[in-house]
């Protein structure tokens, strides 16, 4: 089942975009409110994934729902703050981290977050560390007790994952594009609107 995935800047709902390489939104004109209904969501704080300027508190603490929650991390150590914030689940972006000494320095902060992986037709990532191929990088996540994904199909694409690697994660896959395409190792699907 396909659930939902909203992205909010500046108090507004944004459609977000991947081109040439980076993100940007589509302004939606439509002021962002947080809606309960659904049982599972995703959030993108575009204004932490393009400025490194989150604004976690848009969303509601404590949600009862669960909630993913990606801020756009820069610095691993900042995951600290956004786990204090108590806004939903953590995603902890590889896209910007300074490689896995950077990653493992931030999940001595955590325990319960979700890794976040961007895919176009290949990882995009700022760090050569994680611009390997996705299975490679998902066994090096097992081995970090790593074991929830959130992956990011950032062209409506998205990669083999074989069953022997998939059975040992809970992976979600979020579209930016209308695909809705579940593939057999995606635990469910989100779709931004």
Request: negative net charge; glycine residues 6%.
């Amino acid at each position: 089942m396909v659930k939902l995935a909203e992205a909010y800047f500046n108090g507004k709902k944004v459609k977000p975009i991947w081109s040439e390489g980076k993100f940007s939104f589509e302004d939606k004109n439509t002021k962002f409110t947080f809606s309960e209904s659904a049982k599972k969501q995703l959030f993108w704080d575009m204004g932490g994934i393009i400025k490194n300027r989150p604004s976690i508190y848009t969303l509601p603490s404590n949600p009862e729902n669960e909630i993913f929650v990606d801020s756009g991390l820069i610095w691993g150590e900042d995951i600290i703050d956004l786990i204090l914030a108590d806004r939903g689940k953590v995603v902890l972006p590889l896209r910007n981290l300074q490689g896995f000494n950077e990653l493992d320095d931030a999940l001595n902060f955590a325990d319960d977050i979700v890794i976040g992986i961007d895919w176009s037709d290949k990882i995009e990532a700022s760090h050569v560390d994680f611009r390997i191929d996705i299975v490679d990088l998902l066994h090096q996540l097992i081995k970090r007790d790593q074991l929830t994904i959130m992956l990011y199909s950032l062209s409506g694409d998205y990669p083999y994952i074989p069953a022997g690697t998939s059975s040992n994660l809970e992976i979600y896959l979020a579209y930016l594009s209308n695909n809705s395409t579940q593939p057999s190792w995606a635990s469910e699907v989100f779709i931004f609107e």
